[in-house]
């Protein structure tokens, strides 16, 4: 086992598991945006809860979403009745959001807890990067509504002598830093999912 690993309790009602749920786009927690501009964003949260109570409990999803500072920049709240699988989805428009890109990989932290009065029941943190990313034919690639300089990139491997696939997060980073400095602004993760 050369990844991080964690043994996670979840109390009767809790945000389900993306990769147990199966579903494209949906379990967990899936964050999205739509009408992205410098001076707009809808910012989409949806998140799945799950119970294994007998019968259905309402519960509050609060969300939480700070900017890159920490500062709280809004909090959503929803309220309704859980029952099996519950899909909540909360909808804010952020005014003058700041656009992610690999020049300036600004991201907001999304805070979410699942409330049965006062008592929280679950939670979790989910950072965002509001993007637009398109391919536009001839014109190329467009990142938030402008035409981005030519993508250069190459293929990375994660392995390395004597340690194999087993890289501390460290090693990670600097390969990651070391690729940038020599301008690469994507990167093709070779043959495999890397950790």
């Not at 999205?32 to 999803?61: Q, R, W």
């Not at 004597?162 to 990167?187: C, E, F, H």
Request: charge should be positive; aromatic fraction near 10%; hydrophobic fraction near 40%.
């Amino acid at each position: 086992m050369y990844r991080d690993v964690w043994l996670i309790g979840k109390s009767s009602i809790a945000i389900t598991d993306a990769i147990e749920c199966n579903q494209v786009a949906g379990g967990g927690v899936f964050i999205h945006f739509d009408n992205i501009s410098e001076k707009k964003a809808d910012v989409f949260i949806d998140v799945e809860l799950g119970s294994n109570l007998p019968k259905s409990k309402s519960v509050t999803l609060l969300a939480r979403i700070k900017d890159a500072d920490g500062r709280l920049v809004k909090t959503l709240r929803q309220s309704r009745a859980v029952a099996n699988y519950s899909l909540f989805t909360i909808h804010y428009s952020l005014n003058n959001p700041r656009l992610w890109s690999p020049e300036s990989p600004y991201l907001y932290t999304v805070e979410l807890q699942v409330l049965d009065g006062k008592k929280s029941l679950d939670g979790g943190i989910v950072r965002m990067g509001i993007r637009k990313a398109e391919f536009r034919g001839k014109d190329g690639f467009w990142l938030n509504g402008k035409p981005y300089h030519q993508l250069v990139g190459g293929n990375r491997h994660q392995d390395f002598a004597y340690v194999g696939n087993a890289l501390p997060n460290s090693q990670q980073w600097r390969d990651v830093m070391r690729l940038k400095q020599a301008g690469m602004t994507i990167i093709r993760a070779a043959h495999y999912p890397q950790d």
